[in-house]
């Protein structure tokens, strides 16, 4: 059962991705929610699409305080790859939002 929402998840982030990429705000943020309510607790890919939905809605201090707070919470700071968080950090940083 584990396994098959992990594959749903999967899927609806990347559904989120591509409605995103496409200009598609609102399939994007449904499919986004969709997975978030699959979750007992946030999961950083989920989170991390989630702020990206957010910024696309012109919602970029939300996106933001939403990506710092999930970078800064010791829950995800041993699930996210060094680089990855690396960059999210310098994007951040880059954006001006993270002092």
Known sequence: MESLVEVEKRCLIRLSEA???????????????????????????????????????????????????LLMDRNHANAVEPGRRASLLAQLVSDGWLY
């Open 19 to 69: 409605a995103r990429h496409d200009g598609q705000i609102q399939i994007a943020l449904n499919a986004i929610v969709r997975a978030q309510r699959l979750e007992r607790t946030p999961s950083f890919n989920v989170s991390q699409e989630f702020a990206n939905v957010l910024w696309l809605q012109k919602e970029e201090k939300h996106a933001t305080e939403y990506l710092q707070a």
